[in-house]
Structure formats: structure tokens, C-alpha cells
């Protein structure tokens, strides 16, 4: 009797239990080995994330003229990193790298340079700086920065902001003031990039490029305006002969009344090296004194804005989507 009991459960061991046994070893040995393979995937296929076409970059060397040709991932941490304070919040660093993404392959399908897609000066087409002179310029832990920035440019690898599946014009700026501007208000044109709007963002009164002065004696204010005015005439003792005449949808100076001329903001600014044309008018006894809210010209992303966004939880996608309006986030390859 006692065999038959041991044949019994010998022939349920057999037939029942140990293939289920094998089977779940089996199970947990094919997921882990799934899981492996996923990870080496991932991480192996953002390493080599292979463009169809934009790479590699001609890059123009504005001081010497010399056009360097650079993958574009490694050129994008060259210029995430010109162009952004590498202590900002990932995913703000992040947004900065497709939107540099985004602006580079722009600028390739817009030529502005006979012989190369880009140059290095950030008053032409995009800030850029060699590692080399990023790392002097750094203090603490200059590796781990510079590790940083290549893993978010990593991070981002291929992705483009599109607008109608088109590159968009990835206008960026570093504070809007707490509003950004719209592109005619600034070059007078911009209709053909309805994603470039008036949006608002909290929080961009946290930074210090957020208010700034620029103070002058009347004299220094007349030397400036005569650089292009050379007819130029104020009467100081009139309130009417300086003043603000128009704004701009986003509340920045559109026009203002200098003497005899009327000039746009975007020219005041430049005249009077203004941070911004979101600026009021103080007159004080000799002197005019402008107080400036914001930096840059204000259209599309604000960096600081960004790096406000991404403090308060959002995502680099999240982030360019806030900025401009109706966008998706693509695979370059997929256009
Ligand atoms: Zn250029």
C-alpha cells in the first residue's frame, strides 16, 4: 500500500509538479533576461541613435573663420552649456537641448552663412564654447557638470520641436519678465510662426536677470541718441518730450518719444543698452533712469522661466509645449 501511496505522488511530482516548477524557473529566468536586454537596449540605442540626416554640422568659427565640422549631439552640450547655467533643473536643461536641437536644424534649413549651417556667435545664429574654456570657466566639480549637460543632451537625443511637422523657429530668450513677446512686436514680422505667442510664466522674479537699471545724465542720454540721431533735441524741463507713446500686446514699450524723434522699444533698447523693452521712464533731477523688467527680446522659451517650470514640476516636454503653442515633440527621423 505504502508503494502505491510513493508511486502516486512520484507519478503527481512527474507529471504535475515539477513542470510547473520548471516552468515558473523558466518564466522568471526569461524576464529577467527580457529585462537585461531592454535596459542594454535603451541605453544602447540612445548611444547610437542614428540620424537619417543633420549628424554632423558645419560649424562657423566666427573669431577665425574656420568651419569645423562636429556631430550635432556633441555640438548641442557645447551650446546647452554657453547657453544655460548648468546648476538650472534637468528637465529645464533638457528643454534647452531641443530647443538648441530644434533652432540648429532650422537654421540648416535657412541658411544664413555661405559655407557652414551655424556659427558660433550667439548675437548671429547660437551661443557656443569649447569644453576646454566651459571647464576653466567653472568652479567645484567640473566633470560631474560637464556630465550634466551631456546626459540631458543624451536624454534628448533626435528630438525636435515641429509645428505642421516642420522644424519650428525656436526663438529663446532669458527672462520674459513674466510675459513673453510676439515676433512682429520685436523683427516686425513672425506671421508665418503663429506658435510664437504671448504666454505667461510664474515664478521668473525669482531670478536676478529679472530687474535691472540703466541710469544716464541727460548728456550721456542725448551722446547715445546721437549715434543714430544726429538732429536729436530734448527739452528735459518738458514732461511731454520724454515719454512712453505706445505698448506692445505683452505690456513691453512699442514706441517712445525722445525730443524730436519717435523711436521703437527694440531700438531704445539697443541704443541705450537696455536688458529689455519692458522698461518705465524715472526722471530725476539731471539724469534719466530706466528700470527694466526681464532680458533678452522675449520671444518664444525663457530660459529662467523654464528652470522656474521645471522647480514646480514640469517636465522639459511640458515645458516647450507651455512656450510654444500648438507644438509636438518629434523624432527628427520622422519627418
Ligand atoms: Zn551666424
Not at 507529471?15 to 510547473?20: K, M, N, S, T
Not at 533678452?296 to 522647480?311: I, P
Request: charged residues 25%; contains cysteine; aromatic residues 10%.
Amino acid at each position: 500500500m505504502k508503494k502505491v501511496i510513493i508511486y502516486f505522488f512520484s507519478f503527481l511530482f512527474i507529471c504535475f509538479i515539477l513542470p510547473a516548477l520548471l516552468t515558473k524557473l523558466d518564466i522568471s529566468t526569461s524576464a529577467e533576461t527580457d529585462e537585461d536586454i531592454t535596459e542594454e537596449n535603451t541605453e544602447s540605442l540612445s548611444e547610437t541613435y542614428t540620424y537619417n540626416q543633420y549628424g554632423t554640422i558645419k560649424l562657423l568659427h566666427a573669431d577665425t573663420n574656420e568651419v569645423e565640422e562636429v556631430a550635432l549631439d556633441t555640438y548641442l552640450c557645447n551650446v546647452v552649456s554657453a547657453e544655460m547655467p548648468v546648476d538650472f533643473e534637468t528637465e529645464a536643461l533638457k528643454a534647452q537641448a531641443i530647443v538648441a536641437r530644434t533652432y540648429t536644424i532650422y537654421k540648416i534649413n535657412h541658411k544664413k552663412h555661405d559655407n557652414a549651417d551655424i556659427c558660433d556667435d550667439s548675437t548671429c545664429c547660437q551661443a557656443w564654447i569649447s569644453k576646454e574654456d566651459r571647464l576653466a570657466r567653472w568652479d567645484g566639480d567640473k566633470e560631474a557638470k560637464w556630465s550634466k549637460i551631456e546626459e540631458c543632451v543624451n536624454a534628448t537625443k533626435g528630438k525636435i520641436i515641429t509645428y505642421n511637422n516642420e522644424p519650428i523657429n525656436a526663438f529663446f530668450h532669458s527672462n520674459s519678465g513674466g510675459k513673453t513677446e510676439l515676433p512682429v512686436d520685436v523683427w516686425g514680422g513672425g506671421s508665418d510662426m503663429p506658435y510664437l505667442q504671448v504666454v505667461e510664466t510664474a515664478g521668473e522674479d525669482g531670478y536676478t536677470q529679472y530687474n535691472s537699471e540703466v541710469e544716464l545724465t541727460n548728456e550721456e542720454l542725448l551722446e547715445k541718441l546721437k549715434t543714430t540721431y544726429a538732429d536729436i533735441q530734448i527739452d528735459f524741463n518738458n514732461d511731454e518730450d520724454i515719454k512712453i507713446v505706445e505698448y506692445t500686446s505683452s505690456g513691453r514699450v512699442k514706441t517712445v518719444k525722445f525730443g524730436n524723434h519717435e523711436i521703437s522699444g527694440t531700438e531704445a533698447r539697443s541704443l541705450l543698452g537696455l536688458r529689455s523693452t519692458n522698461f518705465e521712464i524715472i526722471k530725476e533731477d539731471g539724469k534719466i533712469k530706466f528700470t527694466v523688467t526681464g532680458y533678452g527680446h522675449g520671444v518664444g522659451m525663457s530660459q529662467t522661466g523654464a528652470d522656474s517650470m521645471a522647480k514646480s514640476g514640469s517636465t522639459a516636454e511640458e515645458i516647450i509645449q507651455h512656450f510654444y503653442v500648438d507644438v509636438e515633440i518629434k523624432e527628427v527621423n520622422s519627418l
